[in-house]
């Protein structure tokens, strides 16, 4: 029998990335999930190239990503019911297409309807690498107290993602080719996919005995008949409005005040706020509930956002975006912290997928109003877009509160196996 382990702090990263299998499917794992980050932004600016319209930029990328959205829990149960791999090889070869296609299609001038009409395979073929990452870790780890220190880990390295992505598509985009960025967002998707794709040994039961869940004793349902998981959907769409909003406005300002270059140095300020925080978040043994974490944590959110708009400098811009990007990561991490408790195993990856999609969603609702804002208004009225995105997502997260629950057989599963871990659950 197991001697019984009373852990009084949160385990730390190295005990984590120590998981024997962790790193086979991580550094795989890290590069396929780079194109995410790179798409939308790789999207603005090559549309806003050869169109010379913000508002055409912004509206081709949010049908890639509305399509991502509508598509990706359906990759999700794929991968619960068929296994990950099998969803993958396909998705990133049609991904690869898609993408190359817009490419072309935008180069030559074609026409808007055009560019829509490759835009949305280009977002329903969005591998859903990060989701399937946090099944697996979900996977290796159920019933430990390194769960939630596995969830701190992976929202730092989408944050990462999301410094080195948009800083990366931006370079290539203004340094060698307004094309480079999807260019390059293709061939990570091809390569990286395939890669992780193959590490089959970390991939997490499917089918049969994941749909019986027998650890829960439950069967199989949509995770988005939890009415929590609901809550958490419209809570990730207003964090995927401060995404969006950010691309685009950016862009503009900086084009506003003839310094292009400076858009990616100023997401990049943003997206390192967030992934500090991130880092922080994993770190410390939190006394306080998640629920009420992330009440608070999107409450800093909405007061940080609300004040962009105002910025009217490079240097004040950076100062608002490094503070908003640290409110963005405690509610991220406090909502995939949550979802755990919500759900049976068998829902696992459908659940991380419409969280994900969701952000794509708001991301892509956020860069169509924030780039017609900029156009007909100027660059400071897209920064109104995460204000509202924000402010919405906080009032259904305080009305419907009671929603965030975890289920009893969670709670119980979340004190370990051979652990005595005091879990607050407000």
Request: contains cysteine.
């Amino acid at each position: 029998m197991a001697s019984t382990v009373i852990t009084d702090k949160r385990p730390g990263y190295g005990q984590l990335l120590r998981t024997p299998g962790a790193l086979s499917f991580l550094l795989p794992g890290f590069a396929a999930r780079q194109p995410f980050a790179m798409l939308t932004i790789g999207i603005v600016l090559l549309v806003q190239h050869t169109t010379g319209s913000f508002g055409s930029a912004g509206a081709v990328a949010a049908v890639t990503g509305v399509s991502m959205a509508l598509f990706a829990p359906q990759s999700g149960k794929l991968a619960d019911r068929f296994g990950q791999r099998a969803v993958l090889i396909p998705g990133v070869l049609v991904h690869t297409a898609s993408v190359s296609l817009l490419v072309a299609l935008a180069l030559s001038g074609a026409p808007l309807w055009a560019l829509f009409l490759a835009a949305v395979p280009s977002g329903a073929s969005v591998p859903q690498v990060g989701p399937m990452v946090r099944a697996r870790w979900a996977a290796k780890l159920d019933g430990t107290p390194l769960m939630p220190t596995a969830a701190a880990f992976e929202s730092v390295t989408d944050e990462f993602t999301f410094v080195v992505g948009p800083v990366l598509a931006t370079a290539l985009c203004t340094g060698i080719h307004p094309a480079a960025g999807l260019i390059a967002e293709a061939a990570l998707t091809l390569v990286g996919g395939l890669f992780f794709a193959a590490q089959r040994a970390t991939q997490p039961a499917y089918g049969l005995t994941a749909a019986t869940g027998h650890d829960s004793g439950e069967p199989h349902r949509s995770a988005l008949s939890v009415p929590g998981v609901r809550v958490l959907v419209v809570a990730f769409l207003g964090i995927g409005s401060v995404f969006g909003g950010m691309q685009v406005s950016l862009t503009a300002f900086t084009e506003e005040i003839g310094n292009p270059g400076a858009n990616g140095l100023l997401y990049g300020i943003f997206a390192a706020g967030n992934m500090l925080a991130g880092i922080a978040m994993g770190a410390i043994a939190w006394k306080t509930g998640p629920r009420r974490r992330l009440i608070l944590g999107y409450a800093g959110l909405t007061v940080a956002a609300s004040l962009l708009w105002t910025a009217h400098s490079v240097l004040l811009l950076g100062a608002l975006g490094l503070v908003v990007g640290l409110c963005i990561a405690p509610a991220l991490i406090t909502g995939y912290t949550i979802v755990e408790t919500l759900i049976p195993a068998s829902a696992r990856t459908e659940a991380f997928t419409w969280l994900t999609g969701a952000v794509a969603l708001g991301q892509a609702a956020a860069v169509t109003v924030a780039g017609r804002l900029a156009d007909a208004h100027g660059a400071s009225t897209g920064f109104l877009v995460p204000m509202a995105g924000t402010a919405l997502a906080l009032t259904t997260l305080l009305a419907l509160r009671s929603r965030l629950r975890p289920r009893e057989a969670s709670r119980v599963a979340a004190r370990g196996i051979g652990h005595r871990v005091p879990v607050a659950v407000d």
